[in-house]
């Protein structure tokens, strides 16, 4: 008799269709990037956005940590190696996305803090020509927000900020996606992508 073994996390239930992941990773991981970001002030910097990296608050309101995909801190190898136990789930759920090319986290994410009113207010998707080797996004929700969670326009799904809640879904126009906007409470979340290996 063959047992078939249950996911170490969690899963946020979207249609298959959807083709976006969700899992619950432990809070204390969220718990210590937040404190990661809190103790680098020296590495916080106004959110960009767009092909040329401007600071544009009428369209992003965050502040961010630039994230090098082989830094050692031990709380962010930490959070690498549970979101790779996250992707392996992914890829389970789509065994397609691990067929055609290697991929992995070939350029850096952030860590993002979003005041009460800020976020990203208008719709995106997170692949343009500057960046046309990537193939997934991932993202993780580091503290409950009411009401602030993300919308995808194509998939008519909004997933809700629950701490924990990490993300990954395909970077192009089909998963257009915007922030919910809390006027009331701070944001935390970590992401970034994944990009085919040239």
């Not at 890829?91 to 800020?118: A, D, I, T, W």
């Amino acid at each position: 008799m063959q047992y078939k073994v249950m996911p170490k996390h969690k899963e946020y239930i979207l249609p298959t269709t959807s083709l976006i992941g969700g899992w619950y990773i432990p809070s204390g991981i969220c718990d210590g990037l937040i404190n990661l970001f809190k103790e680098n002030k020296q590495a916080q910097k106004p959110g960009v956005v767009g092909f040329t990296s401007k600071i544009n608050k009428e369209v992003k309101d965050s502040i961010d940590i630039g994230l090098d995909p082989n830094w050692s801190e031990p709380r962010f190898v930490k959070y690498k190696n549970t979101l790779k136990e996250c992707v392996g789930l992914y890829e389970e759920k789509y065994p397609e996305v691990k067929e055609f090319e290697r991929y992995g986290m070939v350029e850096g994410g952030n860590l993002q803090y979003y005041p009460p009113g800020g976020g990203y207010f208008t719709k995106h998707c997170e692949r343009t020509s500057r960046h046309e080797n990537r193939c997934l996004v991932w993202m993780t929700y580091l503290n409950d927000v009411p009401n602030g969670g993300t919308h995808f326009k194509y998939q008519n799904a909004t997933t809700p900020a629950e701490k924990g809640l990490t993300l990954i879904w395909p970077t192009d126009f089909t998963h257009t996606h915007s922030g919910q906007i809390s006027k009331t409470h701070e944001k935390y979340i970590i992401t970034g992508w994944f990009g085919y290996q040239l």
